[in-house]
């Protein structure tokens, strides 16, 4: 069965410093979405992706926040200059009827 | 947007009871999925039930629209049970707005 793929599974940095968290959808899919999960709470929307464009966007992110999808294939979340509390699990999914998620990247904010 | 409640938020069963977990939504929603977050933190894929019901070997879900609740039913529970259940609807734009999670506790 497919499945949408992430890279990394964890990311341990610095606080200030940029990172860049790599999605590779189901590949018929054509709606893309991150999702972020503070330790402990509920998941929360992000950003989705349609058409190489956000589509929609929550207030969480804000313009430390970019999204793009390179080549076709890759989607990436780039958060420029992270915070402490960026700390999180970050999933990707995508979506043909129901939404497949990845397994997450563990991204934590020294 | 939409307000996703579920309860209990937390359940500890003996393993071989049964459990019901519900999930209720404040406006008309036209699908709803069911989630297992594993140990790991993956979100595993449990139903997608805009109404009626479904059954998957010990687990089944019920969605009832007109009434804005869903129920999902485990029954003879094993200790890989445990995990967080969540369920989750789409808003505007099909993002998913997720409940709170019912925590479980599966006991041996």
């Known amino acids: 069965e497919p499945e949408v793929t992430q890279t990394p599974s964890h990311q341990v940095t610095q606080m200030g410093q940029e990172v860049i968290l790599r999605c590779v959808p189901i590949?018929?899919?054509?709606?893309f979405y991150w999702y972020r999960q503070i330790l402990g709470q509920k998941v929360e929307f992000l950003v989705s992706?349609?058409?190489?464009?956000?589509?929609?966007k929550s207030e969480i992110f804000d313009d430390q926040f970019s999204v793009e999808r390179p080549d076709g294939s890759n989607f990436t979340l780039k958060i420029r200059s992270t915070k402490l509390e960026d700390s999180a699990m970050y999933f990707c999914a995508s979506i043909w009827e129901t939404q497949y998620f990845g397994p997450g990247t563990r991204l934590l904010v020294l | 947007g939409i307000q996703v409640e579920q309860s209990p938020p937390d359940l500890i069963l003996q393993e071989g009871a049964n459990s019901t977990l519900r999930c209720n939504f404040s406006d008309s929603v036209n699908n709803l999925q069911w989630f297992h977050q594993n140990p790991w933190g993956q979100l595993i894929n449990l139903f997608y039930?805009?109404?009626g019901t479904k059954q998957n070997g010990r687990l089944s879900a019920t969605t009832v629209a007109t009434e804005r609740y869903s129920l999902l039913y485990i029954s003879s529970s094993q200790t890989t049970d445990s995990g967080v259940y969540f369920c989750a609807v789409p808003d505007a734009g099909n993002m998913l707005t997720f409940g709170g999670g019912t925590r479980l506790m599966v006991k041996p």
């Open positions: 992706f349609y058409n190489n464009e956000i589509s929609e």
């Open positions: 039930i805009p109404s």
């Open positions: 590949s018929n899919h054509l709606y």
